[in-house]
């Protein structure tokens, strides 16, 4: 068949030898007081080094950024040894990974930071469910960020892409959306600030470029991709109206000047995501394939066939999948065979140690 998904892209300097991307996807699976991955960690990323590339799942730069139990770091010799495990075993599979860089913000609880508030742009509560050790919580209103704790963060990131290149990645994506900090400060609706960080589009945007200045500062912009989900409603505290598109087009607009790897997109998937929301789109790649000098990549419940048609259509550069690798090791190999997926099981996304991680069969078993 011919398959344009199975055909090599590059995005920046990133060579992918297919359009097949493993999207982000946390797994709770670093369940050690360093928060570090571990050796199931390494293997179960090189059981999918066919991918063209592999996104990490979402690391978390700083003890503050944390909202879930057992998520790995990056911000410790203990987190970067874990890491760099993990990508030599990818790079021994012969694939490619980058890090995805992320700060959880206010979804989050103060079980994770020692009885403290987690933090936000503003106090306002995103009134979300989280996971915690005693079952889930609803999220706190957050402490609002002052200017100085605001470039520690930035200082953070930096930290966190130095620490990836120390690891071995092969670049870094930054976590700017899922209603996690960086979108929480796009967001006008968890950003009420009446300083240089809130109002304008620009001034909304300023925390995301801050730090991605400081990312750049330590890799090449042609090895950094971030990712976005505009069209993300009722879910995690955000919402979609009339200044979203406009919004998000600003963020787009602006990081062409960097020359980046990529735009990583979400569109909506969820069943009654959109809502009748005023302002919504519903084919996010479409909408920003026009604005972005970069490569896109897009993501959200595609499946082979649907994959094509939008590599075919000229919609996107290569396509991530999330659940589909959860219990895809060799997605790829099935892709190119035609042969059914295996189903996924949601009870062990988040936990089940090495059950749903590592054990999931390949073609031939
Ligand atoms: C178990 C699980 C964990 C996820 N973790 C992350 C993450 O760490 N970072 C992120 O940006 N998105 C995360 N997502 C979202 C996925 O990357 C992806 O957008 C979503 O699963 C939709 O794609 P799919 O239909 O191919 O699964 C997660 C999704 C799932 C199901």
Redesign the pocket.
Known sequence: MNSRLLEPVRLGALELPNRVVM?????CRADNPEFAPTESTARYYAQRASAGLIVS??TIVSAQGRGYPYTPGIWSDAQVTGWRRVTDAVHAAGGRIVC?L?HCGRLSLTEFHDGELPVAPSAVNAEWKMFSAQGLKTTPTPHALSRDEIAAIVADFGRAARNAVLAGFDGVEI?S??GYLIHQFFSPLANRRDDEYGGSHANRARFFFEVLDAVAAEWSPSRIGF?LNPMMNRFHGMRVDEDTLPMFEHVVRRTNAYELAYLHL?EP?LPNQLDGAVGAIDDVARHFRDIATMAVMT????DQTRAEAALAAGTCDAV?????Y?SNPDLVERFRAGAPLNEWDADT??QGGDRGYIDYPTLGG
């Open positions: 999207a982000p996807l946390t797994r799942e979402a995805q992320w976590h959306s899922n990712r979400t998937y993501n959200g419940g595609f991530a999948f999330g659940r589909p959860i996304f988040y």
